[in-house]
Every structure is written in C-alpha cells, then in structure tokens.
C-alpha cells in the first residue's frame, strides 16, 4: 500500500513544481498547488548604495544568512566594477553566517566564518555569537528579503550598529490563493502543506491572523492537517508562529520532506 494514498499534500512553493508532484503521485497522493510565497524583485539602487557602503571597510563584522543572497552580492558589485573590493572587503572582515549554502558560497571566495550556526538556524547563529560578538560594534547584516527578528533582537541586546542589506525583497502571494489555502486547512480538505521557505508560512499565518482566524489554522495543523517543512530553519519559523507538530526531513532537500511525510504516516519517523 502507497503511505500517501489519496492524501491530498499541498505544494506551498513555487519552485520544481513539476517534479515534487510527480513524487507525490508516484506515491498515491494528490498534489494540490498553492502558491504562498509571492514572488522577489531586485531592488537594483538601493543595493547599489549598500554596496558602495559595505566595501569601504566600515563594517566591523559581516553576517550572512543566505548562499544566494551572498552570490547576489557579489554579482551586482561585479557589475559595479568593485567586485574585488568586496572580496577584500569580506576576507578582511569578521564574517558569521548562517546555513550550510552560506558557508559554502563563502568558501567559493575563499572565506572562512569565524563563526557559524550548528543547526542551520538563526536561533543557532545567535546562540554561536554570544561567544564572540562585542558590544558596541559595527555591523552589515544581509538578509533575503524575510526578517529575522531573533538575530535583530540580540544585535539590539548587543547595542550593535547595524545596517540590514537586502539583494531582495518578498512581494506577497495573492490574497485570493491565502484564503484558498486558510479555508482549505481549517475545514481539513487537505491532508498536508509542505513549506519549503520561510515566506510561505509567514504569509500563511500573518493573512489568518488579519482574518482573524489563526487559532482556527493552528489547530487544525494540530490534529488534522500535517505541517512538513524542507529544513530546519523553514521548521523553525513555523513553529515561531505557533506550529507545535511539524515533520522535518534529516536531509534538507525538496524531495526529502515528502519521504519524511510518508514516513510520518508509517509511524517510523517522529516529528521534531
């Protein structure tokens, strides 16, 4: 018997739509898709001004939270023509980062965190700082277009100096596909939701709080309806916004979460 078998698992991402359904059928399910994340958009001049910023070395420390949003960085200040400033600038700075992809975008430039989170959270990030972060310092912390309201409230503890870069900024999905999808968990004609950013779910729950029908959605992901999340860190946000029971892959990868969401159907696989 397929552990999937007319379960209806919604697909919160944009991305590999294609193939994640194809899995899901493969194992009886029905993918249902619901877009929840919006989209991202380049805001070019403002970077601009973050960049020309950022590499005259004012910064005493880096933080970075995203691999992608490091390879933004450094594409838009290459096509500025001061793209080997700000590998100078990075090599000769105190960086931390956050995530594996970030770690290893960082050593594509030869670049070596002095510190690093040991879970691939943010809440992992700020527990390894407390080790090594001074007060009063100076510091240029990139994010991808999401807040991370954690790390900003040790940099406030520290009384640090901080100017947040952002190669992107979320625009929200449509609201009709929100509602959709709040309805939908809440009367329990979906079996899963699978969050595979931290966007989806804040958008998710930020509509039903204005709705006014968050505790309605929390508790139906409590009995119902299972919340699958692609990482650790994605697992993290939702349960920042009050999820108690959320399934997590052990390897961060798309495809993961849905073999982990079969597993938790066996019985094989606890929930984190």
Do not use: C
């Not at 972060?133 to 277009?145: D, S, Y």
């Amino acid at each position: 018997m397929k552990r999937l078998e007319g379960k209806r698992v919604v697909l919160a991402g944009s991305r590999k739509l294609e193939e994640m359904s194809k899995i899901i059928t493969n194992l009886g399910g029905i993918p249902v898709l619901r877009p929840a994340q919006g989209t991202t958009f380049l805001d070019d001049s403002r970077l601009e001004d973050d960049l020309r910023e950022f590499v005259t070395g004012k910064y005493d420390w880096l933080i970075f939270t995203t691999g992608l949003g490091i390879e933004t960085l450094y594409k838009t200040a290459e096509n500025l023509g001061i793209g080997q400033e700000f590998l100078t600038t990075i090599r000769q700075s105190k960086v931390a980062a956050r995530g594996y992809k970030t770690v290893n975008a960082l050593k594509k430039m030869d670049v070596i965190p002095l510190v690093r989170d040991d879970d691939g959270s943010t809440a992992g990030l700020v527990r390894a700082l407390k080790n090594e972060f001074p007060r009063n310092t100076k510091v240029a912390l990139q994010l991808h277009g999401d807040p991370a309201p954690k790390l900003i409230s040790f940099l406030d503890e520290m009384q640090a100096d901080y100017k947040e870069i952002l190669p992107y900024q979320h625009i929200p999905p449509k609201q009709e596909i929100l509602e959709q999808l709040v309805d939908e968990v809440v009367s329990a004609e979906v079996d899963a939701v699978y969050f595979t950013s931290t966007p989806q779910g804040r958008f998710l729950f930020s509509f039903a709080r204005e709705q006014g029908k968050l505790e309605k959605l929390l508790a139906a992901f409590e009995k119902e309806v299972v919340a699958v999340a692609v990482g650790k860190v994605t697992a993290a946000s939702l349960r920042d916004e009050g999820l108690k029971r959320v399934v997590v892959p052990d390897l961060e990868r798309m495809g993961s979460g849905i073999i982990a969401l079969e597993k938790f159907y066996e019985n094989e696989q606890p929930t984190v």
